[in-house]
């Protein structure tokens, strides 16, 4: 998680503690959680395989013609179970690390938090192009780092969010040749027969929809996309 998240977490705690922040009221205490709970689902969607897996969804929709089927719905749960999937591994050691050691009464919040962010710390840095990491410690001015636990996540998150934009566009592009192919045909050939006043795209989605069929599209973007994380 970001490094002001985290401090923003040992203070409510702290506060809750009785610690050096205490004197909150419980309102207030329950107010800094509300709020941290709010941001925290956003945080997590963008530091896992959510964002690539969605915006390829998105895309194969526009390059096949199909305006609202799949709907958001449907795209938006797949690629929620497709990132559960990538990052199952790495959901096992938060929960070997972290949490499980958290509700044994073995590990304080504030270092279950750490661990846990080592390891989506450790996952998102593999993603992560190193001219887009230098791009941004340029920006924040920041040294130059040794070793890639080094990174903050200050500088982490936005450079990983712009690698998985700019691989998902890659795949988009990819996905959206063979597709581009079969309207140009499908233009070409009304033209050549002068049937200039059909919509070209109403001739080419059944096409579309039976290469898609036919090559068994879901499994290989699923397996595709999944195989993108190794």
Known sequence: ??????????????????????GLTLSLQMLIIMGLLTVLPTLILMMTSFTRILVVFSILRQAMG????????????????????????TLERVNANAIAPYSAGQMSADVAISAAGKEFHSFMIRQTRRTDLAMFADMAKGPRF?????????????????SELKTAFQIGFM????????????????????????????????????????????????????????
Request: hydrophobic content about 60%.
């Open 146 to 162: 040794e070793r890639p636990e080094d990174v903050p996540f200050s500088i982490l998150l936005p450079a990983y969010v712009t």
């Open 175 to 230: 996905l959206y040749l063979p597709f581009l192919v079969i309207d140009l045909v499908v233009s070409a050939v009304l033209m050549s027969l002068g049937m200039m006043m059909m919509s070209p795209a109403m001739i080419s989605l059944p096409f579309k929809l039976l290469l898609f069929v036919l090559v068994d599209g879901w499994a290989l973007l699923m397996g595709s996309l999944a195989a993108s994380f190794a």
């Open 1 to 22: 998680m970001p490094s002001a998240l985290p401090g923003a977490m040992d203070r409510a705690f702290a506060s809750m503690n009785g610690g050096p922040g205490g």
């Open 66 to 89: 199909l305006q609202q089927s799949p709907p958001n719905q449907v795209l938006i749960g797949l690629a929620l179970f497709l990132s559960l999937f990538v990052m199952s591994p």
